[in-house]
């Protein structure tokens, strides 16, 4: 069984509070089970709760030995991992993968530096875990056991992957932090920086890229999609920022015969009736039109592929 289960579903910040009770106020972290084997995607603020249960659920099991996955180290989706319980075992056995996201940083040298004495008392070197550090780039994984991961690139301000998990004929797939693929070349020939040859290329390069992205949703069962504003609030400066807009998200899920599309990385000033009312509206929109379902993230929802 391929199952994912939501402890963090915001972006940019925490944002706890009376109003965000029922969606919650964790930054991203995903439980991924592939029958017992644990995937953990982010280490968002929500691995903090997620620490917590493993450690009251499952170290009576045996050490805990899991895959982490990092979409991006940009600060929401790193900020928890100082207060990830496991980490002051030394039992605990933990493989962090990612992208390089600055300067060709080594994804080891982020963590350490986001565990400087400057921020937090206690230096990465004197976790009591054995930690294994990975930089990816696109490409395919076998964990064994018949579990794979995939990544793709998204488009961030930073190097961001998306990820592609299967296991028993099922899959999930994760799109965030990202927006569509644009062409950064001025398309106007009325602007003294258009360039003909330039416009074309770039307007191949993004349907490409668009393309491929499409290709790596297809048939997924559930998809796990960045939707932090509305199509209106997108069009109004939030072009390059890295987030999606609700609209763009249910068209490129519905065109890849996606099964259950999943809404995260809300907004941190989405409220629990905002958001409650902005699921009503999208699954009214789409009625009747596909049989593909739209779900709201929330903290503790569980969802089988």
Not at 79 to 102: D, W
């Amino acid at each position: 069984m391929l199952s994912v289960c939501f402890w963090g579903v915001r972006g940019s910040i925490p944002c706890p509070g009376p109003h965000t009770v029922v969606f919650g106020g964790n930054t991203s972290c995903l439980e991924i089970r592939a029958d017992e084997r644990l995937v953990i995607i982010d280490l968002g603020t929500g691995i903090k709760p997620l620490g917590d249960w493993l450690m009251a659920n499952e170290l009576k099991k045996g050490p805990i030995d899991t895959d982490i996955f990092l979409t991006h180290t940009h600060w929401d989706h790193i900020m928890g991992f100082p207060m990830f319980t496991p980490l002051f075992l030394p039992t605990t056995k933990l493989r962090i993968r990612g992208p390089v996201s600055y300067d060709d940083d080594p994804l080891e040298e982020i963590l350490r530096h986001q565990l400087d004495h400057k921020y937090w008392p206690i230096r990465l070197n004197e976790l009591s875990a054995r930690i294994e550090y990975d930089q990816l780039k696109e490409t395919r994984l076998d964990l064994g056991g018949g579990l794979i991961i995939k990544s793709k690139y998204l488009n961030h301000p930073v190097r961001c992957l998306g990820y592609r998990i299967e296991f028993g004929g099922k899959s999930i797939v994760t799109a965030y932090d990202h927006e569509p693929f644009y062409n950064l070349f001025t398309t106007d020939p009325n602007n003294p920086d258009y360039d003909e040859a330039a416009a074309e290329e770039g307007a191949l390069t993004v349907a490409g890229e668009n393309e491929r992205l499409l290709q790596f949703f297809k048939d997924a069962d559930v998809l796990i999609h960045d939707c932090q504003y509305t199509a209106e609030e997108y069009a109004n400066g939030k072009e390059g920022w890295g987030h999606t807009s609700y609209e763009y998200a249910i068209n490129a899920a519905n065109k890849a015969r996606v099964k259950k599309l999943i809404l995260f990385h809300h907004d941190p000033n989405r409220t629990d009736d905002k958001l409650t009312a902005l699921e009503a509206e999208y699954r009214g929109r789409i009625k009747g039109k596909t049989s593909m379902q739209i779900i709201m993230a929330n903290e503790g929802l569980k969802i089988e592929a």
